[in-house]
């Protein structure tokens, strides 16, 4: 059973355009989620995360949204650029637990 | 110099063999975790350590064994290595009293092919 779900494999975006990357979860005890970003023949890197208690953590071009009641977070990345093509993948845990669940990932594509 | 590294990078074995992945870390974090990556099924853990006499399965553990030589080390073993094997495998580390509550920072991977 999958608790953390991304839904969209792949996305396309122009440069300078919005990219918005969705993230479902089932588990209603996490309480603390993360995004991580991966480029090819790499690990993953850290790259935002947002506790239960707040809807909205902002960092530079990167807000991350949760809506609870819907168990659902995005992560909004404004302007986009070429170098943000990775996949990205939110993961979440609770308790502070020390283990992740993580989505599939979405490989996003930033288009010049 | 990276702070999680990865040996190695790269390994194709046949079926049957038994095979060591092998993660060691600078950061000075007690947690250590491996996890796989499958096309379209994400990363899922294999198995995790929270000091060096903490071994814990995780969503996947069957066919894998680990050893926690030392704090910095954290080795993987395939007993028997089948073609379902066949992933990218990734050590993380974790620092629970960190800024950034249960960030893991990632070693670079291993491409495991079992033939």
């Known amino acids: 059973d999958q608790q953390v779900k991304q839904n969209s494999p792949s996305l396309s975006v122009q440069e300078g355009r919005i990219s918005i990357l969705n993230c479902d979860y089932t588990?209603?005890?996490?309480?603390?989620f993360l995004w991580y970003k991966k480029y090819p023949a790499e690990g993953p890197t850290f790259l935002i995360s947002i506790s239960s208690i707040k809807d909205k953590n902002e960092d530079g071009r990167f807000t991350v949204f949760l809506n609870k009641s819907a168990k659902h977070l995005s992560l909004h990345i404004v302007p986009s650029q070429p170098g943000d093509s990775a996949v990205y993948f939110c993961?979440?845990?609770?308790?502070?637990?020390?283990?992740?669940?993580f989505g599939q990932g979405t490989e996003l594509s930033v288009k010049p | 110099d990276a702070d999680v590294t990865q040996t190695p990078r790269n390994r194709i074995t046949k079926t049957g063999k038994r095979i060591m992945l092998e993660c060691s870390q600078t950061?000075?974090?007690?947690?250590m975790y491996w996890y796989r990556q499958d096309p379209g099924l994400g990363l899922r853990l294999i198995y995790y350590?929270?000091?060096?006499?903490?071994?814990n399965k995780g969503e996947i553990s069957d066919g894998y064994s680990v050893s926690r030589q030392a704090q910095a080390k954290f080795s993987l073993s395939l007993e028997s290595a089948i073609p379902n094997q066949t992933a990218l495998y990734f050590c993380a580390t974790s620092d629970p009293s960190g800024q950034i509550t249960d960030t893991q920072y990632f070693g670079p991977g291993t491409r495991l092919t079992v033939l």
């Open positions: 588990n209603s005890m996490f309480d603390y």
């Open positions: 350590s929270f000091d060096v006499k903490d071994i």
């Open positions: 950061k000075g974090h007690d947690r």
């Open positions: 993961a979440a845990n609770y308790n502070q637990g020390g283990k992740l669940i």
